[in-house]
């Protein structure tokens, strides 16, 4: 019989150790009574400092006459779930489908459809992956942008150049698919059990090569340099064809919409056509980085250095009122700060972080809410253009250059810009500046209320060590494309809005479940039966801040 045995604790270095050992001490017996151990599931339990614990899951196969319930210490033993086979049958007709964008949602909404027999045509603005890291070097060192070519568009999206993060709260089935194709092109096997998995932009970037190159063995066809120009569509509104820029047409009958959160210029176009959309709330402020072993000594305490440790991060909140608050966003431990902008004349920040988190930095976004209300104008794109305004601000307070603007966070708090500023992992370089003129009032105001509290939390947060770097702007996406019930466009059909730059997803991992979930539905319309264990619906309260 195969078991499950949750809630159990480890001693920090017992997790390297024969899993069998504690199973035994936990529920009686010999070692050898436990077969087949797996590890499915290991969190981090360092609300004790000084005694630092592993809890984790192990399934396991027994022939011992053990009764599934509840253990003394918190333990819980079950029958082991079987896991669920992906395997599909193809639907009798198989659609045209165009699928733009190639981030996450784009990705795996190819997989999909390919599992149905159903080959798209992928369109990516950007160029390939080695087109496109030469291209993200360049900015990095040598301050040259490619509007097409940058941390936002290329191959693989936005999440290539993260933390590489697929941590998520959705609980989809669908996100075991995500994670097992990841360690299937190549990513660490520990994404499946780890609380909080996170593959790093190097392996990121190697699995988006892979899974691009079997995609198109299997029939996929992937077009890079070819930006989405326009949808034509018939008299009633219905999807005839994506248009490229040289004119081209591409005849669908599905058109999916994974852009990105950063593909202002398609927003416009579709905003000109009348799709349906509303604005969306996001978050905006800065970048803060510390020395990573400040962060390990206050988070981990005496146990700070144990090889059992990762690189310590930390999650924090500070309310203020109703629809207000600041909080910290995207933490990438071991990480460093990178330039991310997209377009000519603004400045954007974002953390990134490779698979062993060894930099010695640890960076984090320290943003605070934006809301509708805070937009000054009740057109959908207005969110757009607020973030838009305030990275043009950040350009002109990095010498209108793509620098970063910086602060020491000392001088931040009490409202001087003294040249100073601590070491940073920021490339291509950071431009002491005083970030009041480039960042909204009323967001100014809620990170100098937090910082104080976040510094009472995690001793030294506020130090002379602490920089901020100006501007995180590119949270979520700032609107929403509005969708009914089976996946296609409330005002188009036939247009299947997808991912995080439609507004129906937080982060690599929930993207790729969305991208999974258009796939289903448009393999429905093309009259395949519904697929059970993928079927549950995604709250869009479980979307925010993901990261």
């Known amino acids: 019989m195969r078991y499950l045995l949750s809630n159990l604790m480890l001693n920090l270095g017992e997790e390297a150790l024969d899993l069998a050992q504690p199973l035994a001490h936990a529920l009686g017996g010999a070692a050898r009574d436990y077969r087949a151990v797996v590890l499915e599931r290991r969190s981090l339990d360092a609300r004790h400092k000084g005694a630092i614990r592993f809890l984790v899951a192990l399934s396991f196969d027994s022939d011992r006459p053990l009764e599934p319930g509840a253990f003394p210490g918190g333990l819980k033993l079950d ?4 896991a669920a086979p992906y395997a599909v049958a193809p639907p009798p007709r198989r659609p045209r489908v165009v699928v733009v964008g190639s981030g996450p949602a784009g990705t795996f909404c190819a997989l999909r459809l390919l599992d149905y027999g159903i080959e798209p045509v992928v369109l990516e603005r950007g160029p390939a992956m080695g087109e496109r890291v030469k291209a993200v070097a360049g900015l990095w060192t040598d301050a040259i942008l490619d509007p097409e070519a940058n941390a936002q568009f290329g191959e693989g999206g936005a999440g290539t150049f993260s933390d590489g993060k697929l941590t998520t709260r959705i609980g989809h089935p669908a996100t075991r698919y995500v994670l ?28 988006a090569v892979l899974i691009r190159k079997e995609a198109e063995a299997r029939g996929a066809q992937y077009r890079f340099r070819a930006r989405l120009a326009d949808i034509r569509f018939d008299a009633e509104g219905r999807v005839q ?23 202002r210029d398609t927003f416009e176009m579709l905003h000109r056509h009348g799709v349906a959309m509303r604005q969306k709330a996001f978050a905006m402020g800065v970048r803060v980085e510390h020395p990573q072993d400040l962060i390990d000594r ?32 995207c933490m990438c431990p071991g990480g460093e700060v990178i330039q991310c ?11 990134m972080s490779n698979e062993k988190r060894d930099s010695g930095f640890a960076n984090s976004g320290l943003v605070a809410k934006v809301n509708t209300a805070d937009f000054g104008s009740d057109h959908p794109l207005a969110g ?29 708090l009490k409202g001087r810009a003294t040249g100073r500023l ?34 009472r939390k995690i001793h030294g947060f506020t130090s002379r060590d602490a920089v901020l770097l100006a501007i ?23 247009l299947y809005p997808c991912g995080e730059g439609a507004g129906f997803a937080g982060g690599i991992t929930s993207a790729a479940v969305d991208g999974i979930r258009v796939a289903e539905w448009i393999a429905q319309s093309a009259g395949a039966p519904p697929f059970a264990p993928f079927e549950k619906q995604v709250r869009a309260g479980d979307l925010a801040n993901e990261y």
């Open 79 to 82: 029958l082991a779930p079987t």
């Open 180 to 207: 097992e194709a990841f360690v299937r092109f190549g990513a660490n096997p520990r994404i499946l059990y780890l609380a909080k998995p996170h593959v790093g932009t190097d392996v990121i970037r190697r699995c």
């Open 241 to 263: 064809a994506a248009v490229l820029e040289s004119g081209e047409e591409l005849l669908c009958e599905a058109l999916v919409l994974a852009p990105g959160h950063s593909a």
């Open 298 to 329: 206050a988070q981990y305490g005496p146990s700070s250095g144990h090889p059992s440790l990762p690189a310590a991060d930390y999650k924090l909140v500070c309310n203020f009122g109703v629809n207000r608050a600041a909080y910290s966003f």
């Open 341 to 351: 902008s997209s377009e000519a004349g603004g400045v954007v920040v974002n953390g």
């Open 384 to 412: 757009m253009r607020f973030q838009r305004t305030w990275e043009q601000a950040a350009f002109r307070a990095a010498g209108e250059t793509y620098g970063a603007p910086a602060m020491a966070v000392q001088d931040f």
């Open 422 to 455: 601590p070491r940073t992992s920021f490339r291509p370089f950071a431009v002491a500046a005083d970030l009041r003129t480039c960042l909204p009032e009323f967001v100014r105001e809620q990170l100098a209320g937090a910082l104080p509290v976040f510094d």
């Open 472 to 494: 995180e702007s590119r949270t979520s996406s700032p609107l929403q494309l509005l969708r009914n019930e089976d996946g296609q466009s409330a005002s188009h059909p036939g």
